[in-house]
T-cell receptor
């Protein structure tokens, strides 16, 4: 079974702290994503990556950065956490099939619930 | 910009009843997905619909896709309490782009 593991299920941080959210997948998936989930807003894409050292901005990248130094690991970084970044963060990955199309099914981690005080 | 809209956003159903959740999207695509999320849990894949007219069924849930109408439906037959969850639809424009999610439909099945 595909497994996407997020390092922390619950975090509490102070405003201005630097926060690292780690995500590791064990199925050699090319594409990885970070979403945040907020009540009434659904899932919104923060950043994604198609390959090692590659990154693309999603819909709400402000205040975030990412790192993908190894294929299996995709990290989300909050350089200076703010209270409006209190949210559930979901990491996901998907495999690429022939022809460059994805296989059609995202695999999600369990989520990291971040509270910024 | 692709927009994905679900309705209703909240749904309270009696056990044994049938109902349909609708997912409309704004830009032509033939790749649509349904996910389920239980409270406090992450999302898990329910259905992958990759062509016009695609229909998938699993237990009491059936999903279909009409790409000309840009509409997918998730039909619930004879609802049971275990189906209580939030259901999301998501669209992929080209097969190699990030999924865009609807806001989710929170379903509550009551006795």
């Amino acid at each position: 079974d595909v497994k996407v593991t997020q390092s922390s299920r619950y975090l509490v941080k102070r405003t201005g702290e630097k926060v690292f959210l780690e995500c590791v997948q064990d199925m050699d998936h090319e594409n990885m994503f970070w979403y945040r989930q907020d009540p009434g807003l659904g899932l919104r894409l923060i950043y994604f990556s198609y390959d090692v050292k590659m990154k693309e901005k999603g819909d709400i990248p402000e205040g975030y950065s990412v790192s993908r130094e190894k294929k299996e690991r995709f990290s989300l970084i909050l350089e200076s956490a703010s209270t409006n970044q209190t949210s559930m963060y979901l990491c996901a990955s998907i495999a690429i099939a022939g022809g460059g199309l994805n296989t059609g099914e995202l695999f999600f981690g369990e989520g990291s619930r971040l509270t910024v005080l | 910009e692709l927009k994905v809209e679900q309705n209703p956003l909240f749904l309270s159903m009696q056990e044994g009843k049938n109902y349909t959740i609708y997912c409309n999207y704004s830009t032509t695509s033939d790749r649509l997905y349904w996910y389920r999320q239980d409270p406090g849990k992450s999302l898990e894949s329910l259905f992958v619909l990759l062509s016009n007219g695609a229909v998938k069924q699993e237990g009491r849930l059936m999903a279909s896709l009409d790409t000309k109408a840009r509409l997918s439906t998730l039909h619930i037959t004879a609802a049971v309490h275990d189906l209580s969850a939030t259901y999301f639809c998501a669209v992929d424009l080209k097969g190699n782009t990030p999924l865009v999610f609807g806001k989710g439909t929170r379903l509550s099945v009551i006795a």
